[in-house]
């Protein structure tokens, strides 16, 4: 079998699903024009399935891509990504630009989605809240460098060298990605 035989990439395809910040496909065209195209790619396209986050998401399908708010663009993409039954799931800042409770409801699909331990969500994000919420390992990448990969308690206690000698509790993501990247905590509180 060569490494990278077609069926293989085409196998490898079927099985993740993708978020990407920044993408605006066809502004112009419908979010059912889009999907249309979409649906094609994926040889276990759920129609049903796309059709609830569509509702849950409260997501029009004869809008223009282009008229939809930053969040709702998110959550057209999440719909596209998590409606073909994907083992593995690659997103970049997914709750980035959603209100709260929207993210809520994204980070409980991405907990749901992971319980029967036969697919992963991996995703990036600057937002330490929802690394404390769903969350089983953090890779901490500073500057293009690995810093820390490791389950999260495991990560959280290799940090522990950055506790001051007034710190009587283990240290948050947050408080590590401060202190990590040079700031104080204190200077940065409202």
Not at 12 to 17: A, E
Not at 131 to 149: H, P
Request: glycine share 6%; hydrophobic share 35%; aromatic share 10%.
């Amino acid at each position: 079998m060569k490494a990278f035989s077609g069926s293989l990439v085409s196998s490898c395809k079927q099985n993740i699903g993708v978020v990407f910040g920044g993408i605006d496909f066809y502004p112009l065209k419908t979010l059912s024009a889009i999907t249309a195209v979409t649906r094609r790619f994926y040889k276990n396209w759920d129609q049903k399935r796309y059709e609830d986050y569509l509702r849950q998401f409260s997501l029009d399908e004869s809008k223009q891509f282009r008229s939809l708010s930053n969040g709702m663009k998110v959550k057209y993409l999440l719909a596209l990504a998590l409606s073909h039954h994907a083992a593995l799931y690659l997103l970049d800042e997914p709750t980035s630009g959603l209100d709260p409770v929207s993210r809520n409801e994204i980070l409980h699909i991405f907990t749901r989605i992971v319980k029967d331990g036969k697919r992963s969500v991996l995703f990036s994000t600057h937002i330490t809240s929802d690394l404390d919420r769903c969350a089983d390992d953090i890779t901490y990448i500073q500057n293009g460098t690995v810093l820390k990969s490791a389950d999260k308690k495991t990560f959280l206690h290799s940090f522990e060298h950055l506790r001051t000698a007034g710190d009587s509790s283990p240290l948050s993501l947050e408080e590590i990605m401060l202190r990590t990247e040079g700031s104080d905590p204190d200077e940065t509180a409202l």
